[in-house]
């Protein structure tokens, strides 16, 4: 069965809005070889209607670049979660409409790699509520800001995780990889 790995960008207080703005200043060698080797490594990308629409008006215009990412997205299956979004254009981008959850779990008995899903706070608290996420790869950044979106809210149960990597990086960035504790 494919594993749902969501890969997020957090502040320490656990905030992942706006990352482009605060998060690129945060990107040394060793971060962007972890991020390049989990683009590279996943058989697909799972994202929400605002993060494909922010994905798509900058990824199909990169072409061959050095790291080799443009290509992989631009080529590899994507899936979308959207309620209002009609046709992808982006090559290779599946709509999810309907019942999600049960559209999640069809894909994760399809034969093949792990799919990430990245940004989509909505869709990532939305799947986590169903026990439809295998594992969260959070990488920390030093950086508090306050105010802003966060990728678990007051709105969720409690989940159990269990730590599986921590991995500090010289711009003091931490990866923090999590999987779900099996209920007991």
Known sequence: MRKIIACEFLTLDGVMEASEQWQPAYVTE??????TSHILGADGT???RVTYEMFVGYWPLQTHNEFGIADKLNSEPKYVVSSTLQKADWNNTTVIKGNVAEEIVRLKQQPGGYIRLVG????VQSLTGAGLIDEFWLLVHPLVR????????EAMETISLKLVEARPFRSGVALLRYQPKQQE
């Open 46 to 48: 799972l994202l929400g």
């Open 120 to 123: 989509s706070a909505t869709l």
């Open 146 to 153: 306050g105010r802003g979106r966060r990728l678990f809210n």
């Open 30 to 35: 060793d971060v962007a070889e972890v991020m």
